[in-house]
């Protein structure tokens, strides 16, 4: 399902991080966008110790 975004957590944590700060405003809109589910980026990510801020718009 995750077509335009690694497997690798560590990888797919990159590649979202920085499309978080250069092209999109909310996790929501890359979600839309690249046609992604949020609720299983978000749990992949917490898998390996990371959280969405949403404030900063990153996973930390």
Not at 3 to 26: E, I
Not at 38 to 54: C, F, T
Request: charged share 35%.
């Amino acid at each position: 399902m995750q077509t335009g975004l690694p497997k690798d957590a560590v990888m797919r944590l990159s590649v979202v991080n920085t499309k978080l700060r250069d092209v999109y405003h909310t996790l929501e809109d890359l979600c839309e966008d690249m046609d992604v589910d949020k609720e299983e980026i978000v749990s992949s990510l917490r898998a390996i110790g990371y959280e969405y801020d949403e404030g900063i718009r990153q996973f930390v």
